[in-house]
């Protein structure tokens, strides 16, 4: 597997998982713990896997939502406030680091290897 598939792998676990916790909590709270704990685990798991699949373009949708929301006056409040880059920073750095790691990686290697 190429680091390229490990980027691509690393993305799909931080959008996929929580998803998938996201969506049981949703189940049990919905359902109740017989139901929601005991069955919701199967309808989350495939909601999970497929959101790990496509996460280019969940990550480019919240973008989008973001840059509309900013528009609005809540939103023009929220960006201006410190919780806004501390959020932002956060998501870079949990989204972006293990992928930029990755081909950080990379690069060193080939350059081991020459």
């Known amino acids: 597997m190429s680091d390229e598939d490990n980027s691509y792998s690393v993305g799909g676990c931080v959008v996929g998982i929580p998803v998938f916790l996201g ?4 189940a049990i709270q919905t359902y109740g713990w017989f139901l929601g704990g005991g069955l919701g685990w199967i309808p ?3 909601i999970g896997l497929l959101a790990g699949l496509l996460w280019p373009f969940i990550a480019l949708g ?3 939502v973001l840059l509309w929301w900013k528009g609005t006056p809540e939103g023009t409040e929220f960006f201006k406030s410190d919780t806004a880059t501390t959020i932002s920073v956060v998501f870079l750095v ?3 680091g293990p992928m930029a790691f990755l081909h950080l990686r990379k690069r060193w290697l080939n350059r081991k290897s020459q």
């Open 23 to 26: 969506c049981w909590i949703y």
């Open 62 to 64: 919240l973008i989008g």
């Open 94 to 96: 949990v989204v972006f």
């Open 44 to 46: 989350s798991f495939f």
